[in-house]
């Protein structure tokens, strides 16, 4: 079924889960363009939607909400869908709904710690609460035959980091889950805003090792910081694999970079890139979607390149007055390697 450009799959066609790469859920970001551009770079990464809650997708706009491109959807791409919430029976609507969508995976996030997540009790602040999020896991797990699994930090405020998340992960994996996604940095909910708590207090992924070595039934998958190839690659063999947010969302070829260090894999060259993008821009304009809501995700494809500040500014100031589909991401590719090679000429 298709809805707006959009499409439901069958989630018995997708291949097998590789989580050696990921890319975090984060909010007004990783929505199914940002998705589409990020498929290009990493074909084998996993992806993540933005966090949805549960109570919109019981009562919103599903269609919209939910369903996938129809280019990702033929290109078998695996994406996990991230919940919010803490009621069982709720996430286990949600899950339910969710099922003729194709998702990969179906995720609960215990890591966020804005003060509207807070609020609606859900985010990091449950994991003050493991015996309720078991209780959410368990019913999750009850009503889908795909794995559902965690998101959450190392601890939140004066949380013992060494018992408070041995007994949260204790109490999730009794649920029946098998992977856990990380982040090595504690929530600060009292204190310390959101933007502040990206940086205080530190990174300890040591920490994350420890119950990586300790339950080493799970999947333990490392997240927060890696925002290069050679601290990936670093900290990589004590996990299951490791997901990249903000670094992936700002400069998206470490992507790629990733993906040859881990695989021998090349991925197509910028200008490439932008070229699949401007066809995927030519049909969802065609349908109405704005052609900003694509470019913006795309900002960060020449990072630390010759015509990066060309390709930021056009793209930035012009896509909102632009109707031609991807015209403009096809001229602004074609400048930006002009100057490369005048360069290297």
Same mark, same amino acid.
């Given at each position: ?6 499409? /439901? ?30 498929? &290009? ?140 996604? +990380? &982040?090595?940095? /504690? ?30 039934? +799970? ?83 020449? &990072? ?42």
């Amino acid at each position: 079924m298709i809805y707006n450009g959009i499409m /439901k799959r069958d989630a018995t066609s997708l291949p097998a889960l590789d989580r050696r790469l990921c890319v975090a859920p984060m909010m007004d970001w990783t929505d199914r363009h940002c998705r589409h551009f990020h498929r &290009h770079i990493a074909p084998g990464a996993l992806l993540f939607t933005e966090m949805v809650t549960a109570d919109a997708v019981i009562h919103g706009d599903r269609e919209r909400l939910l369903a996938q491109a129809p280019e990702d959807v033929a290109a078998r791409v695996c994406v996990a869908l991230q919940l919010g919430g803490s009621d069982p029976a709720r996430l286990a609507e949600a899950t339910r709904l969710a099922a003729d969508y194709g998702y990969a995976e179906i995720n609960l996030n215990v890591g966020c710690p804005s003060d509207r997540v807070q609020s609606g009790r859900f985010g990091a602040c449950l994991m003050a609460e493991p015996k309720l999020v078991a209780d959410c896991m368990a019913a999750m797990t009850a009503v889908t035959d795909l794995p559902v699994t965690v998101k959450c930090r190392i601890g939140i405020d004066d949380m013992d980091p060494e018992a408070g998340l041995d007994d949260f992960i204790d109490a999730v994996a009794a649920a029946g889950v098998r992977v856990i996604y +990380l &982040h090595a940095r /504690k929530a600060w909910l009292n204190g310390l805003s959101p933007k502040e708590n990206r940086d205080i207090p530190p990174l300890d992924y040591d920490r994350a090792a420890r119950l990586a070595g300790r339950r080493p039934d +799970l999947e333990v998958i490392l997240n927060g910081g890696l925002d290069s190839v050679d601290i990936v690659m670093r900290e990589v063999p004590r996990f299951a694999g490791a997901m990249l947010g903000r670094a992936a969302y700002r400069t998206p070829m470490i992507l790629a970079d990733l993906t040859a260090a881990m695989d021998g894999r090349d991925a197509p060259s910028r200008f490439e890139i932008a070229g699949r993008m401007a066809d995927y821009a030519d049909s969802r304009v065609a349908e109405g979607v704005p052609l900003h809501s694509i470019t913006r995700h795309m900002l960060g494809l020449y &990072h630390g390149q010759r015509g990066a500040r060309l390709w930021r500014r056009h793209l930035g100031e012009e896509a909102r007055n632009r109707k031609d589909g991807g015209g403009l991401i096809r001229e602004v590719a074609a400048a930006c390697e002009e100057m490369a090679t005048g360069m290297a000429a």
